[in-house]
């Protein structure tokens, strides 16, 4: 590997990138069971990237069912230092519209998922700073290359990640409507907190496919409505990244890739065996 890599994880509607070459899909056997799929290894724009379906080929897999610690370990395994998550959301507010791209800079988190968000536990305690959880510096570069592509781009926003698979009550709608929140999906939260224990710099395309039930005045979510804007949204998306990826710096640099540094509560003494062989890939620098 000549330098440190990008990963992208496609969401719903996109699986697969174009522009991708010397392209081969890598199965990782990981510590936390199977990612969602094989991982693409390829080139982009001139940097070495590793593409992950994060539904599977053909969506497979519920957004309860992925195996976020599997999925961030197969990328820091591989080498992948910045992550850019694309992601499809309902808006919650009127200025979002469909085929909109949001990018984020919060989360508020709706699941019952906290345990397997994080990679310790088993002897070993951290505690990551999550204060903000997007590399502000991979956000900036996404936000600028969307708006150079003449993309309706929004700086910044509050992703209430829910659980599903079902899309929201008309009650839980309006709350987040009415308590300011942005958009809302089902996945980024648990890959942002595991990205950031691993040291990888995450940052999220949110891109606006409904307006989620709250908006009476729009037709409601249904996945008939959805399909048809991924597919606008998975275009626009891919352009984003072509454009992005050759501006990422080739040295990790940021806070996020220094994330564990004052993290670890446990004396390294202490450290089981087990665990240190499971986190090795993500606890290397610190062995």
């Known amino acids: 590997m000549s330098q440190h890599r990008i990963g992208i994880i496609g969401g719903s509607g996109l699986y697969q990138m174009e522009g991708f070459s ?29 593409f992950l379906p994060r539904h599977g ?6 957004p309860s069912e992925l195996n976020h610690r599997a999925n961030i370990w197969a990328m820091k395994h591989l080498g992948v230092a910045w992550i850019i998550s694309v992601s ?9 519209r469909p085929c909109d791209i949001v990018l984020v800079d919060q989360f508020y988190d709706r699941t019952k998922q906290s345990a397997a968000q994080t990679f310790f536990g088993n002897g070993i305690v951290a505690h990551v700073a999550f204060a903000h959880p997007i590399c502000e510096e991979l956000r900036q570069l996404l936000l600028r290359s969307a ?37 809302i999906g089902m996945t ?52 984003i990244i072509a454009r992005t990826v ?31 062989a499971a986190l090795r890939p993500i606890l290397a620098k610190y062995l």
């Open 22 to 50: 010397q392209g081969k899909w890598v199965r990782v056997r990981t510590p936390f069971g199977s990612p969602s799929d094989a991982l693409l290894v390829g080139r982009l724009a001139g940097r070495e990237v590793v």
């Open 57 to 62: 080929r053909g969506h497979r897999l519920l």
């Open 88 to 96: 499809a959301v309902g808006s919650l507010q009127r200025k979002y």
């Open 147 to 183: 708006r150079a592509l003449k993309l309706r781009a929004h700086d910044g926003g509050t992703y209430v990640n829910m659980e599903g698979p079902a899309f929201s009550t008309r009650a839980e709608s309006l709350t987040h409507h009415r308590l300011g929140y942005d958009v």
């Open 188 to 239: 980024n939260l648990g890959e942002a907190k595991c990205a950031r224990e691993a040291e990888i710099a995450y940052a999220t395309l949110a891109m606006v496919t409904d307006y989620d039930c709250w908006n009476e005045e729009h037709d409601h979510v249904t996945v008939e409505m959805v399909v048809a804007n991924l597919r606008k949204n998975a275009a626009a998306a891919q352009a």
């Open 246 to 276: 050759p501006q990422i710096p080739t040295a990790p640099d940021c806070a996020c890739h220094r994330a564990l540094e004052n993290a670890i509560m446990t004396d390294r003494k202490l450290w089981p065996k087990q665990t240190v």
